[in-house]
């Protein structure tokens, strides 16, 4: 019992020091994350141009559907952004995962902490942006059931933790070819078509929507959205998906891991 | 009993060949070629605790892919090594907390925050209390020299302050082992001074092991009573320098900065003329003739400056190679030619 209270009061420790030090650093960079959170607005965009198709009736949707639909992307898509790849492949190609491997800790808590505090050095701007959207477009104002918002928050913090499993995975393969950052380019083609942040999957062919539910991308905008949005979708399966993606990559992950550090050969480092 | 223990250790991996131009650009896309880089042959040694023994060599000789495998970072080809009682390559906690490499040109500090954030960090990992980290990074600052650059962020640091903070990262949690990768390198000669009378105190204070690589002689023979020479991945020399120089060098390099050029016939009575460039020659005089030939020189010839040092360590070794050295049953001699590939 006091070798569990012990370790947690160290993982404590370690978590809160981890955030704050990299809350810090995030705020050295608060511009960029500025200009980063301003390119999430394609959905907004996007939003702009189903507002006109629906206001000629060529949709089910109504304008004011359109727009808090896109407005609930927005937030999906700021709350799951994901970049270790980047990071990992930096550190793995410039040697600076050296240092991170002599110390007691799995680095992956570092790339996580960097994650985390980005996330509530980003939440303030994203106060300011929807106060300016809902001024701007009235039509989309509305009030989330508690419910709604609670299922939203559970299947956004699952969504970031598969993003983040599935970006870490393919960052592995740093240990062997060294542009990885390559594959993850490839990943936005098949992101932006199934993920319903071009168009919510209703309008999508019903098979094509059905085979895209039992994929990872949905979930980083279309399932959040239809959930804070309270409009129909499969919550049982939804996070029944989200649950085996993220037991699939975690795995993989682990093993791609223990192999590519037999394969490591401290590059440059 | 021996701390760190290595035995028949080699490491070898592929590195792609390329050739320069587009027919070798085009050959290389087509057709991948690789070669053999054997970077660590057949090394065994032992070191004591308490001991600071310095790993010396050219560039490629294979210093740091030693560390690297001793330090748990890379596997072994082929060998097996141990280090306080673990095998590195497992990187089991207890291990990692008893060791720390520190290289020259990696940093582990966060670059846009000042040090003291990336201590809070390693003081948590480390599980160190944070009264007693505050009181080590007081020590380590006291010991280093650095104060109002803890506050400051990295990047602000000159080359040096940063050096010292990288040591005083890497050594916050007490490691009795340490494997230091050229730790002065790039260091104005007082900053060389002052990391390695920080390294000496060290290791008088806390018993700590320390193994070292340098191509600055100067920091060997400073810190180290022992030393190894590492050439194309093999072991060539493991003792004491200083007497290896002695016995090998018979000769001693003096430098002369003259007034007016001299031909070589004028210098020849002096000792072997290396070079003549302008004004500046260069000389080899035996050691038992220094004493005397010395005040000849500087009545004889219209010298601005003088200076006597010993051959630089990459002719020593050259000599090592060559079989000089065998009387001395400390050192190994190679087969000829037997190393081929190297890499640091």
């Known amino acids: 019992m006091t070798r569990i209270i012990t370790r947690l009061s160290r993982t404590r420790r370690i978590a809160s020091t981890l955030l704050s030090v990299w809350y810090a650093y995030m705020l050295e960079y608060r511009a960029e994350i500025f200009l980063w959170a301003m390119v999430g607005l394609l959905p907004l965009i996007l939003m702009g141009l189903w507002m006109q198709a629906a206001a000629s009736g060529a949709t089910a949707f109504s304008p004011g559907d359109f727009a808090r639909y ?122 932006f078509f199934f993920s319903g942040t071009i168009a919510p999957l209703d309008l999508y062919p019903p098979a094509v929507r059905d085979a895209a539910m039992y994929t990872p991308f949905p979930y980083f905008a279309y399932f959040p959205a239809q959930l804070l949005t309270g409009r129909p979708a499969p919550i049982a399966l939804g996070f029944v998906v989200m649950l085996g993606w993220l037991a699939f990559f975690f795995v993989v992950n682990r093993v791609l891991w223990r192999r590519g550090l037999k394969q490591h050969s401290g590059m440059g480092a | 009993m021996p701390i760190i223990v290595a035995e028949h250790l080699s490491k070898s991996y592929r590195a792609a060949a390329k050739e320069p131009g587009m027919l ?125 650059q803890l506050t400051q962020p990295v990047r602000k640091l000159s080359l040096g302050e940063r050096m010292k903070a990288e040591l005083m990262a890497a050594l916050l949690h007490r490691p009795s082992i340490l494997f230091l990768d050229e730790p002065t390198l790039g260091l104005d000669v007082n900053a060389q ?36 020479l590492i050439d194309k991945g093999t072991l060539i020399y493991d003792g004491d320098l200083a007497a290896m120089i002695e016995r090998l060098a018979p000769c001693r390099e003096v430098r002369l900065d003259l007034r007016r050029a001299y031909a070589a016939e004028e210098l020849a009575p002096f000792g072997e003329v290396r070079t003549i460039e302008g004004r500046a020659a260069h000389l080899l005089v035996r050691r038992e003739d220094l004493t005397r030939v010395l005040p000849r020189i500087l009545s004889d010839l219209d010298v601005e400056d003088l200076t006597v040092g010993d051959p630089p360590v990459e002719q020593i070794i050259g000599q090592v190679f060559n079989g000089q050295a065998s009387a001395n049953a400390d050192v190994q001699t190679p087969t000829p030619g037997a190393a081929q590939g190297a890499a640091t």
Not at chain 2, 45 to 73: D, Q, R
């Open chain 1, 70 to 191: 896109f407005f609930a992307v927005f937030l999906a898509r700021q709350f799951t952004a994901v970049w270790v790849i980047y990071d990992f492949e930096y550190d793995v190609v410039d040697g600076r995962l050296s240092p991170y491997l002599l110390q007691p800790i799995d680095p992956v808590w570092r790339y996580m902490a960097g994650h985390a505090a980005e996330r509530l050095t980003r939440l303030p701007l994203l106060v300011g942006f929807s106060l300016a959207f809902f001024w701007l477009f009235p039509e989309a104002r509305w009030l989330p059931a508690v419910g709604d918002v609670l299922l939203c928050a559970l299947a956004l913090a699952l969504a970031f933790l598969l993003r983040f499993a599935i970006q870490y995975s393919v960052a592995m393969l740093a240990f062997w070819i060294e542009r990885v950052s390559e594959i993850e380019k490839f990943w936005f083609l098949l992101f």
């Open chain 2, 24 to 148: 070798g650009t085009l050959r290389h896309f087509v057709r991948r070629r690789y070669r053999l880089i054997e970077a660590v042959r057949d090394v065994s040694f032992s070191i004591e605790p308490g001991e600071i023994v310095g790993f010396l060599g050219p560039n490629g000789a294979g210093k740091t892919t030693a560390l690297k495998m001793l330090s748990g970072l890379i596997h072994p080809t082929a060998g097996r090594c141990e280090v306080a009682g673990h095998t590195p390559f497992a990187r089991d906690s207890a291990f990692l907390r008893s060791i720390t490499l520190v290289m020259g040109q990696k940093q582990q500090l966060i670059w846009d925050l000042p040090v003291l954030d990336s201590l809070r960090i390693n003081a948590a990992v480390y599980d160190i209390p944070e009264a007693e980290a505050r009181r080590r990074v007081d020590e380590l600052a006291a010991m280093l020299g650095l104060t109002t």
């Open chain 2, 193 to 228: 001074a002052s990391v390695r009378e920080f390294l000496l105190s060290y290791n008088q204070r806390h018993g700590a092991t320390i193994l070292l690589t340098s191509h600055y002689k100067a920091d060997i023979t400073a810190l180290c009573r022992r030393e190894m």
